[in-house]
């Protein structure tokens, strides 16, 4: 099933130029992506001057920083138009391994799951990899009230792996999310709005200096983000507010 499928790798990129072409190199020895695409969000580094050396890459630039969603709105926009039919965002600071890409197309492919998260919660991947503790015990926190507001079962909602399925993401309202880090949480709150499944993988990480992380406050802002959006969706669902994101 999946040798007869389109399978895209989309990289949204900020100042990754000392970690892409590693992480490149390991998911094109997969063996099973087509395609790389790289959206450089206005890096002061060498990102795209290294983007451009490396194959089965095709490399967009915004040339004005725009932000962690704009970036993953241009990516998923341009994966589309490529005709993907498997979608896979792998961050490319390396924190995430590569080697889960063929698993978690297959189960796309396969018809399993329309979105497949690689999440650090399960078997205990977050702390023995290095996540600080304060990031972890917010990542819990989350997670908890979000399932609860959601009425949903995932270890996490808060990981930047995560594969779809083409058709899914055509039918998301993505441009109505944030262009900051809670575009993520956002995409799946649509997910469940539509009553999709989310499919879960154990996913061990890596957390050293290159890897990118945003700062204490900018955390902040992306906890009462995800918390807000949690909230917008269980009133829509409760039909008290009327939501762009959450239409019925």
């Not at 600071?93 to 690689?118: E, F, H, K, R, W």
Request: aromatic residues 10%; hydrophobic residues 40%.
């Amino acid at each position: 099933m999946i040798d007869s499928k389109i399978i895209v790798v989309v990289m949204p990129a900020y100042n990754a130029a000392s970690t892409i072409r590693r992480t490149h190199d390991e998911v094109m020895r997969q063996g099973i992506v087509d395609h790389v695409i790289i959206v450089d969000d206005a890096s002061h580094d060498e990102t795209v001057q290294i983007a451009e050396e490396l194959l089965s890459t095709t490399i967009h630039i915004h040339e004005q920083n725009r932000g962690y969603g704009a970036n993953q709105k241009s990516c998923y926009r341009l994966a589309l138009e490529k005709g993907a039919d498997v979608i896979i965002m792998v961050h490319p600071d390396y924190q995430y391994t590569p080697a889960l890409i063929p698993a978690m197309a297959s189960l796309i492919a396969n018809g399993t799951y329309p979105c497949v998260i690689g999440s650090r919660i399960l078997g205990g991947y977050a702390l023995k990899g290095g996540m600080p503790v304060w990031r972890y015990a917010a990542n819990r926190f989350l997670t908890l009230v979000q399932n609860l507001l959601y009425r949903s079962k995932l270890s996490e909602f808060h990981s930047g792996y995560r594969a779809f399925s083409s058709e899914l993401l055509a039918g998301l309202p993505l441009d109505a999310n944030s262009d900051d880090f809670v575009f993520d949480s956002q995409v799946l709150a649509e997910i469940l709005w539509q009553d999709q499944a989310i499919g879960e993988i154990s996913c061990p990480t890596r957390y050293f200096a290159e890897a990118s992380s945003i700062s204490f406050s900018r955390s902040i802002t992306y906890g009462i983000g995800c918390l807000t959006t949690a909230v917008e969706y269980r009133l829509a669902k409760w039909g008290v507010v009327r939501s762009e994101r959450f239409a019925r």
